[in-house]
């Protein structure tokens, strides 16, 4: 659908008055298409998004009702303290060993600085589409329906402890993109929290934390050069100290981010850091053949720690 606005000449008027105008006609015209579109939509759903199957009702978002009810949490045994796969199924492992002693290699070798990070689910098939679609082409109404399965995670992160939290999207540099994917999935999820579970005292403090300088992609880089990436790459203030901080972002890779967002946060007087993400790139996610065929769980690297022995 395409609109056409027109405006008078303006001969003879001030630069500062036209530009005014411009600008405004810009607006009002980006409005009109926006509605456009809107109406278009509910006239005609068209396909979901994410799986190319007509949309059978319009919706607020393009993306059918399957694709959002296949994202599912792993059923597979995480890391307790940074939520990467372990290589072996929940089941399984917790005939061995409590959920909360286990720990991948990295974590087992050297502790990160936040205490803890959950994530919803995989970064792969569904979830990674919805993720794509919500960062990179701008569906921001998708932040509804993630936003909502993020406030499960946060909600399972905290496990009914009482004191005040402070969540912190984790920043971008300025300009790098018109909205921060992250601050709308906090923002969401907090909302569905103080519906669903008003208990939790959860408050947004996205201005806590700012990036002060531009970082590449992470994507293409080794871990290590993740983690030399980000290195300073963040500014805490000092209102964060003695605050219980929740740290969101959309997806937790290495988790070489996080760590160096929590690092600063930490030295600036936070009391502890939690992170949540939608999504976790799970470097093993799936159960090793020769652990199902013939070996006992010894096999499988899975390293165990004292309860508590990490904070
Ligand atoms: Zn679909
Ligand atoms: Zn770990």
């Not at 994507?219 to 500014?235: E, G, I, M």
């Not at 003695?242 to 997806?251: A, E, Q, S, T, W």
Request: charged share 25%; aromatic share 4%; proline share 5%.
């Amino acid at each position: 659908m395409y609109l056409c606005l027109s405006s008078t000449p303006d001969v003879g008027r001030p630069e500062d008055a036209q530009t005014q105008d411009t600008s405004s006609l810009d607006r009002v015209h980006r409005l009109l298409l926006r509605l456009c579109n809107a109406a278009a939509l509910l006239l005609t759903p068209g396909l979901c998004r994410a799986c190319a199957l007509p949309l059978l009702r319009a919706d607020a978002y393009p993306v059918c009702a399957s694709c959002l009810d296949s994202v599912a949490s792993p059923t597979f045994a995480l890391c307790w303290t940074c939520g990467d796969a372990l290589g072996v199924d929940e089941e399984r492992a917790a005939g061995f060993v409590q959920r909360e002693s286990l720990r991948c290699p990295q974590c087992f070798a050297e502790e990160p600085h936040f205490a803890r990070a959950l994530a919803f689910g995989s970064y792969r098939g569904t979830l990674r589409n919805l993720i794509h679609l919500h960062k990179f082409e701008g569906v921001r109404s998708l932040a509804v329906p993630l936003g909502e399965r993020l406030a499960q995670t946060i909600a399972d992160l905290i496990q009914g402890e009482a004191a005040p939290l402070t969540a912190v999207a984790v920043p971008l540099f300025r300009g790098k993109r018109s909205f921060n994917q992250s601050e709308l999935l906090a923002d969401e999820a907090l909302r569905h929290l103080h519906r669903t579970h008003p208990e939790i005292p959860i408050e947004a403090g996205h201005h806590l934390l700012r990036r002060v300088r531009p970082t590449e992609s992470q994507s293409h880089l080794t871990p290590d050069q993740r983690r030399k990436n980000v290195r300073n790459a963040f500014t805490a203030s000092a209102d964060v100290h003695g605050r219980r901080i929740l740290l969101v972002d959309d997806v937790l890779t290495t988790g070489a981010t996080a760590n160096e967002c929590a690092a600063e946060l930490l030295r600036a007087g936070a009391a502890s850091v939690h992170v949540a993400t939608l999504a976790r790139a799970h470097r093993r996610d799936t159960i090793p053949a020769e652990f199902t065929a013939h070996h006992s769980a010894a096999a499988v690297p899975i390293h165990r720690t004292d309860e508590g022995e990490k904070r």
